[in-house]
């Protein structure tokens, strides 16, 4: 199974390229996309959601472009969660991530047990029976995980996830993001750099539209340890010079 990226750009009329030659080949495992606002991170998020096409290039999953004559059916494959997400907050859990589900295609027969497997892997089955508005931030966040990954996709795309958090919150969703990579391609937004440390196989950042670094987790480390910032790690300093300066980094 292979995300694959060849020359996308994106451009508004009359105005710069806000991608400019995306090249990437993402396979199963947690990926972390980072980049500072503005960059074009939503923008690509948006292309590989099949939300918008590009202006030009190619998208493809395995081998089949994602804005093609399979477009549909591609659609089926994705799970997608924005950074801003609403739920059903005088329903429960389970009738929202069922409601996904039949959404997404799965046979209404068959939208109730694809929301007991989905929450069971968030870790939220004891609560499947309380409404979502009586749910804490961190749960909320799960059921909303749970929603795109209620019809079994093999690409997952998650905008910004962890954001707004506690730490213990954060190690939660960073536990159960590990479990669905065993069996998807999950590609996370997020500008929380420690995250990636610990669930990570594969780092891509982006600055002004183009990718500047695409390898390991600790290649971004590597890329920190000579240039160190006071009251920064390793990863983190590694991501200061990616946006600081000329170098591109791939593997």
């Known amino acids: 199974m292979e995300l694959r990226c060849e020359d996308i750009t994106f451009q508004y009329r009359g105005r710069p390229p806000v991608l400019n030659n995306i090249n990437v080949a993402i396979t199963p495992g947690v990926t972390g996309l980072l980049g500072p606002n503005g960059a074009g991170k939503s923008t690509l998020f948006s292309i590989l959601a099949t939300l918008r096409n590009p202006t030009s290039g190619v998208v493809t999953l395995d081998g089949r472009s994602m804005h093609g004559p399979d477009q549909d059916e591609l659609r089926r494959s ?14 429960t859990a389970q009738r929202n991530v069922a409601y996904a589900a039949w959404a997404q295609g799965v046979p209404r027969d068959e939208c109730d047990a694809a929301a007991v497997l989905a929450l069971e892997l ?11 508005g009586s749910l804490s931030g961190g749960q909320q966040q799960r059921v909303g995980i749970a929603c795109a990954i209620a019809h079994q996709p093999r690409l997952v795309l ?7 958090l506690d730490p213990a919150q954060r190690v939660q969703i960073r536990h159960h993001l590990a ?3 065993e069996h998807a391609i999950v590609l996370l937004s997020t500008h929380i750099v420690e995250d990636l440390a610990l669930m990570a196989t594969q780092v891509v950042a982006i600055n002004g539209g183009s990718v ?5 987790v600790d ?9 160190a910032t006071d009251g920064l790690s390793a990863l983190e300093s590694g991501y200061v010079e990616l946006l600081n300066g000329p170098a591109k980094v791939t593997a």
Not at 158 to 164: I, K, S, V, Y
Request: charged residues 25%.
């Open 78 to 91: 994705i799970g997608f969660l924005p950074q801003r997400f609403d739920l059903l907050r005088w329903s």
């Open 122 to 132: 968030v870790d939220l089955a004891d609560l499947a029976d309380r409404r979502t």
């Open 158 to 164: 998650l905008d910004e996830p962890t954001a707004g």
């Open 179 to 181: 479990a669905i990579a």
């Open 212 to 216: 500047v670094f695409d390898s390991s």
């Open 219 to 227: 290649a971004l480390k590597s890329l920190g340890q000579s240039h």
